[in-house]
């Protein structure tokens, strides 16, 4: 059973950066592909970024790409989000995913995803 700790939420002006930091537990962290994904009120849950578990493939939603980006240390069993530029619509609360295996193909479904983080909360004042 993989557990996941989210951190590094907060109010931010509009312009400014957060980092989000995920740590895991519980599994073997070099397996797992790690998403975030965030949720606004009233809306559905959305694919933000993922970092796969082999050859460290990124991929990112087109409302993030160049201002986010995602990694991840396998040594600290942690994976991060640096998020730049934000703006009012990254208002959210964001959750870290977790999957054993999964590859390219489906990374950015959240059903594709057996672990989840209880998520923090991010707000962005213009």
């Known amino acids: 059973q993989v557990q996941l700790v989210e951190s590094g939420g907060g109010l931010v002006q509009a312009g400014g950066s957060l980092r989000l930091s995920c740590a895991a537990s519980g599994g073997i962290f070099s397996r797992l592909t790690m998403g975030w994904f965030r949720q606004a009120p009233g809306k559905e849950r959305e694919f933000v970024a993922a970092i796969t578990w082999i050859g460290v493939s990124t991929s990112y939603s087109d409302s993030v790409k160049g201002r986010f980006t995602i990694s991840r240390d396998n040594a600290k069993n942690m994976v991060y989000l640096q998020m730049n530029s934000l703006k009012s619509e990254d208002t959210a609360v964001y959750y870290c995913?977790?999957?054993?295996?999964?590859?390219?193909?489906?990374?950015?479904?959240?059903?594709?995803?057996?672990?989840w983080g209880q998520g923090t909360q991010v707000t962005v004042s213009s």
């Open positions: 995913a977790a999957d054993a295996l999964l590859g390219q193909v489906g990374i950015r479904i959240a059903d594709h995803y057996d672990y």
